[in-house]
């Protein structure tokens, strides 16, 4: 499944299934006022979104209006607590635990408040999705993953090395590359997450839309039948493209596993940057990075303009045919 409705927004008198097309289905709820919705907090995104809001990057962005802490009453029979949650009551039933658990949310302007059946796609930014933190990690003790090298050879069996094949195994750092290879992450420096179109539709798995063809006709389609929307898209990440190359927030931040988030209907177009929970401040041996070199081991690059530049050239090809 690619995307869910969470729940209905109410908004304008308009009453409709919002829309989410990645993530965990319960990170998100509507929102106590309308025209916003909330997001499970994360502290690393707090933080982007305080600065977010005080940078040249504001209005490409959702509206951050604060943290909001949220009763929700849960019904289980698994003892013990979910982290981050503070546990308040419990109420023992039969053999069915009721507790009420506080859970802390940004609250977010909702980006499809202004459209009327919109068409939503989530492009995922950048040449890598992990963090170096987490190649890191992974390369700590690296343990020969049968898992792994399955979920590869279902993909693409002739991907592992003869040595791979031979001990039927692959280490996660090894995983971990070879994955942003299998779609366009790694060549294009963006990949197609999610898409809905107006009504229904397309709900299609793109993870391994990979070649640029591919991407173009992912792309195509989104578009199709709504022809204002291209030069909309262009002109749009052209604007976002000159505001991040000023951007301090930009300048100083790893910006890993973000999207630009693009929203049509009939009438309007429009393309903003969602989902800072991996996006990191450079560490300060490295004051800044180009977003736009080669990414070695160590150096941060995340490749954040490659995606944005093909993306423009990719909108460019289809309004040109
Ligand atoms: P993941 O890390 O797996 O990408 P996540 O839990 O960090 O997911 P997001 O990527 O921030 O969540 O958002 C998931 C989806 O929710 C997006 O693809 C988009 O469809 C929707 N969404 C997120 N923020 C907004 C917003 N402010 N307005 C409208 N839709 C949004
Ligand atoms: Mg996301
Ligand atoms: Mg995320």
Redesign the pocket.
């Known amino acids: 499944i690619v995307h869910w409705t969470p729940f209905f927004q109410t908004y304008k008198k308009q009453r409709y299934p919002w829309v989410q097309l ?2 965990h289905q319960g990170n998100f709820r509507a929102g106590p006022t309308p025209g916003t919705i909330l997001k499970k907090l994360c502290p690393q995104e707090e933080a982007c979104f305080r600065l977010l809001m005080n940078d040249i990057l504001r209005p490409y962005v959702p509206e951050f209006k604060g943290v909001l802490d949220v009763n929700d009453t849960e019904e289980s029979n698994v003892e013990g607590n979910e982290a981050g949650e503070t546990l308040q009551k419990d109420s023992n039933s039969d053999n069915v635990t009721k507790r009420t658990i506080v859970s802390s949310y940004l609250q977010l302007q909702d980006l499809l408040g202004d459209f009327e059946h919109p068409c939503v796609m ?1 492009c ?1 930014v950048g040449v890598r999705t992990y963090l170096e933190s987490e190649l890191a990690k992974a390369k700590e003790r690296p343990k020969l993953r049968k898992d792994m090298y399955e979920k590869m050879v279902q993909v693409d069996p002739s991907a592992p090395s003869a040595e791979e094949r031979r001990v039927q195994g692959v280490t996660k750092p090894r995983y971990m590359v070879w994955r942003e290879t299998i779609s366009s992450t790694a060549t294009l420096g963006f990949r197609v997450e999610g898409i809905k179109l107006a009504h229904g539709g397309s709900s299609k798995d793109f993870k391994t839309t990979r070649t640029r063809e591919q991407v173009t006709e992912a792309l195509r389609r989104f578009v199709e039948d709504y022809s204002h929307a291209v030069p909309k898209y262009i002109q749009r990440l052209k604007a976002i493209r000159t505001t991040l190359k000023a951007s301090p927030f930009f300048a100083s931040h790893e910006v890993v ?1 973000s ?1 630009l988030l693009f929203v049509h209907d009939a009438k309007n177009a429009g393309i903003w940057m969602i ?1 800072f929970a991996k996006t990191l401040p450079l560490p300060q041996h490295l004051p800044r990075i180009c977003h736009d070199a080669e990414w070695k081991v160590g150096n941060h690059e995340d490749g954040y303009l490659i995606g944005v530049n093909n993306l423009i050239d990719i909108f460019q090809d289809i309004w040109n045919s």
Do not use: H, M, T, Y
């Open positions: 990645a993530g989530d995922k596993g999207s989902d």
